[in-house]
């Protein structure tokens, strides 16, 4: 049982990457797939998430309106798209799962979240 985070690189500032997170070992079967990120010397932040039932998405102001977060449950994988990247995005990306859905504001919670995968490292120069 494990999640695989890929896609990370390095990138120009106003540049975009797609994030992918796969699953493997389980189903999502109505999880909540965030992504968090992770940048030197700053503790780990959430970024979005996504009921992988019904597709609700969530997203943290710093991202909102340049981040979109989307799944496919037949491939058991989990995207973010990144759009109009700045120096502040760049971080290790992880993927992570839980069992509520995102609901209410517990997918901001690090402690909420069961399975981890290795991060991908974004990196945007100015």
């Known amino acids: 049982v494990q999640l695989q985070a890929s896609g990370g690189g390095l990138v120009q500032a106003g540049g975009s990457l797609r994030l992918s997170c796969a699953a493997s070992?389980?189903?999502?079967?109505?999880?909540?797939i965030a992504w968090y990120r992770q940048a030197p010397g700053k503790e780990r932040e959430a970024v979005s998430c996504?009921?992988?039932?019904?597709?609700?998405?969530y997203y943290k102001d710093p991202v909102k309106g340049r981040f979109t977060i989307s799944k496919d449950n037949a491939k058991n994988t989990v995207y973010l798209q990144m759009n109009n990247l700045s120096p502040e995005d760049t971080a290790v990306y992880y993927c992570?799962?839980?069992?509520?859905?995102?609901?209410?504001?517990?997918?901001?919670?690090?402690?909420?979240?069961?399975?981890w995968g290795k991060g991908t490292q974004v990196t945007v120069s100015s």
């Open positions: 996504i009921n992988t039932r019904d597709g609700a998405t």
């Open positions: 992570a799962a839980e069992t509520n859905g995102c609901g209410s504001f517990l997918w901001t919670l690090v402690e909420q979240y069961y399975l």
């Open positions: 070992g389980f189903a999502f079967d109505g999880d909540g």
